[in-house]
T-cell receptor, first 115, second 117 residues
């Protein structure tokens, strides 16, 4: 069964600094997608970044980038120049191409940004 | 247009009562998911609807849970004989692509916070 693990329940970062959130996953599939979602207090889930497993190049979206290590089944999120608005719960998620289209989520990391 | 709408935003019910949670997906989105988020936990998959196909109910925790999606649009999640452990935030999400979240991002609603007393 696919599992997604986020080992850091809470993280904090000074404003304007860089922070990395960890995520590992377990799968026997070779084709899959990985996501990072942000959940602010409003509870709305916002897609931050997406990575296709067949792509070797790490995805980037402005201040957000990932370090995708397929062999190690690791998918960390780096937030550069952290802003107060980045404070939220961050969820790592996985979906494969088996057709089930079931999106598996980790338990989340609560990020605090210190002014 | 509007995003995914869920109602009510908060629901308090007594143990043993039935509750219905509603989700209005984005117009035209064929895929619809229900998730449960308990305190300190990740999102637990409950059920997935894709167009007119039979739903994937593999995540429903017990037979007290059921869901319908009428006309391929609005979905209702029903919990019968609620228990205290059912207390959680119930999130609904929809996506455009027929492959669900594979090729298009999921759009989440703001969730319904259910409290069973």
């Amino acid at each position: 069964a696919q599992t997604v693990t986020q080992s850091q329940p809470e993280m904090s970062v000074q404003e304007a600094e860089t922070v990395t959130l960890s995520c590992t996953y377990d799968t026997s599939e070779s084709d899959y997608y990985l996501f990072w979602y942000k959940q602010p207090p409003s509870r709305q889930m916002i897609l931050v970044i997406r990575q296709e497993a067949y792509k070797q190049q790490n995805a980037t979206e402005n201040r957000f980038s990932v370090n995708f290590q397929k062999a190690a089944k690791s998918f960390s999120l780096k937030i550069s120049d952290s802003q107060l608005g980045d404070a939220a719960m961050y969820f790592c998620a996985y979906i494969d191409l088996t057709g089930a289209n079931n999106l598996f989520f980790g338990t989340g990391t609560r990020l605090t940004v210190i002014p | 247009g509007a995003g995914v709408s869920q109602s009510p935003s908060n629901k308090v019910t007594e143990k043993g009562k039935d509750v219905e949670l509603r989700c209005d997906p984005i117009s035209g989105h064929t895929a619809l998911y229900w998730y449960r988020q308990s305190l300190g936990q990740g999102l637990e998959f409950l059920i997935y609807f894709q167009g007119n196909s039979a739903p994937d109910k593999s995540g429903l925790p017990s037979d007290r849970f059921s869901a319908e999606r009428t006309g391929g649009s609005v979905s209702t999640l029903t919990i019968q004989r609620t228990q205290q452990e059912d207390s959680a935030v119930y999130l609904c999400a929809s996506s455009l692509d027929w492959q669900g979240a594979l090729n298009s991002p999921l759009h989440f609603g703001n969730g319904t916070r259910l409290t069973v007393t």
